[in-house]
């Protein structure tokens, strides 16, 4: 595992984190399976756990705990998302920032946080959605500022909404943001325009979210993929999103058997070789998912052909109401 220098706090971060969504929030999660899977990150060099309370309302936050308790010896980093208190993602400007996110509200779920994780202190905190808009609040700015005063976080950051990797621009200038959680792959490459550039210059860290578009980037996704009731990705691939996208895959699939990679590798790849991504979180379940990704951290970056042949594969989608 090779690892990146988490800025402005100097962690040591392993370039691979996890994702934990998928063990909390989505349908066929197994507790004990979840266990085996993050112990063998623990034991591969993964040190960066990414979660949140909607996760399950906390489920996927108790799960991490436990595992840190199972590595008192081990120094892992761990990563929260405060819920919009209007339940709504993605943030939209039209709603106030003090019905999303008031003062109190991030200090009652950050608290509830660290009960799930049996912690006295989180890494990294994060809003979960956001609208630029809001930058201009006090609520937010004051929550931060005093978690952080009170020893409680160490690090504060936005989760950008899906596909607007520009509205956090305002927020990352007031000098609060530590970190921006932004979707970044090889369909979404609209983050290395301004965002990337800008977090560069001002020292902020970036943690490159959904890196296999939310599983049809492993290219395991098939026409007529269904899901039980309940289950994102029953709506993120809904309608003719899903045949676009396997239209979309098919050419990738030819470009990763030329490079000798599996098309999930030749993804986490791709992201890694951006020298301002921090760390990327894929979602996984499963022991021997967890050892396919993290083995992509020891290959290096892709060269330079490689690289040139996936920018013509670059999708600006449009945002809509996908969190």
Same mark, same amino acid.
């Given at each position: 595992?090779?690892?990146?220098?988490?800025?402005?706090?100097?962690?040591?971060?392993?370039?691979?984190?996890?994702?934990?969504?998928?063990?909390?929030?989505?349908?066929?999660?197994?507790?004990?399976?979840?266990?085996?899977?993050?112990?063998?990150?623990?034991?591969?060099?993964?040190?960066?756990?990414?979660?949140?309370?909607?996760?399950?309302?906390?489920?996927?936050?108790?799960?991490?705990?436990?595992?840190?308790?199972?590595?008192?010896?081990?120094?892992?980093?761990?990563?929260?998302?405060?819920?919009?208190?209007?339940?709504?993602?993605?943030?939209? $400007?039209?709603? @106030?920032?003090? #019905?999303?996110?008031?003062?109190?509200?991030?200090?009652?779920?950050? *608290?509830?946080? /660290? %009960?799930?994780?049996?912690?006295?202190?989180?890494?990294?905190?994060?809003?979960?959605?956001?609208?630029?808009?809001?930058?201009?609040?006090?609520?937010?700015?004051?929550?931060?500022?005093?978690?952080?005063?009170?020893?409680?976080?160490?690090?504060?950051?936005?989760?950008?909404?899906?596909?607007?990797?520009?509205?956090?621009?305002?927020?990352?200038?007031?000098?609060?943001?530590?970190?921006?959680?932004?979707?970044?792959?090889?369909?979404?490459?609209?983050?290395?325009?301004?965002?990337?550039?800008?977090?560069?210059?001002?020292?902020?860290?970036?943690?490159?979210?959904?890196?296999?578009?939310?599983?049809?980037?492993?290219?395991?996704?098939?026409?007529? $993929?269904?899901? @039980?009731?309940? #289950?994102?990705?029953?709506?993120?691939?809904?309608?003719?999103?899903? *045949?676009?996208? /396997? %239209?979309?895959?098919?050419?990738?699939?030819?470009?990763?058997?030329?490079?000798?990679?599996?098309?999930?590798?030749?993804?986490?790849?791709?992201?890694?070789?951006?020298?301002?991504?921090?760390?990327?979180?894929?979602?996984?379940?499963?022991?021997?998912?967890?050892?396919?990704?993290?083995?992509?951290?020891?290959?290096?970056?892709?060269?330079?052909?490689?690289?040139?042949?996936?920018?013509?594969?670059?999708?600006?989608?449009?945002?809509?109401?996908?969190?």
């Amino acid at each position: 595992m090779r690892f990146r220098t988490f800025a402005r706090t100097g962690w040591a971060i392993s370039e691979i984190g996890y994702g934990m969504w998928g063990m909390g929030g989505w349908t066929g999660s197994d507790d004990e399976a979840s266990a085996r899977a993050l112990d063998r990150a623990v034991d591969l060099g993964c040190n960066f756990f990414d979660t949140a309370w909607a996760y399950g309302e906390g489920r996927s936050e108790r799960l991490l705990g436990e595992l840190l308790r199972r590595h008192p010896g081990r120094t892992l980093y761990v990563a929260m998302k405060v819920p919009p208190a209007n339940r709504q993602w993605p943030g939209r $400007a039209s709603t @106030p920032a003090d #019905d999303v996110f008031p003062y109190e509200h991030i200090v009652r779920y950050t *608290t509830a946080s /660290l %009960r799930n994780l049996g912690a006295s202190a989180i890494d990294l905190q994060q809003l979960h959605v956001w609208d630029d808009s809001w930058t201009v609040a006090d609520g937010w700015k004051e929550a931060v500022q005093e978690l952080k005063r009170q020893g409680l976080i160490r690090a504060f950051g936005i989760s950008v909404n899906r596909w607007e990797p520009t509205n956090v621009l305002r927020a990352i200038d007031t000098g609060l943001v530590d970190v921006v959680q932004v979707v970044y792959n090889i369909f979404d490459q609209a983050p290395e325009d301004t965002l990337f550039p800008a977090c560069a210059r001002l020292g902020v860290a970036v943690i490159a979210r959904v890196p296999f578009d939310e599983g049809s980037l492993t290219g395991t996704l098939t026409a007529g $993929a269904r899901w @039980p009731d309940g #289950d994102w990705r029953n709506t993120y691939f809904a309608g003719e999103h899903l *045949t676009e996208t /396997l %239209r979309r895959v098919e050419p990738l699939r030819a470009l990763a058997d030329r490079s000798g990679l599996s098309l999930s590798a030749l993804a986490l790849r791709f992201i890694l070789t951006n020298p301002v991504v921090t760390t990327t979180i894929p979602g996984m379940r499963q022991r021997g998912r967890v050892e396919q990704n993290l083995e992509c951290s020891d290959s290096g970056p892709l060269d330079e052909e490689t690289i040139r042949a996936l920018r013509a594969h670059r999708w600006d989608r449009i945002p809509d109401d996908r969190p």
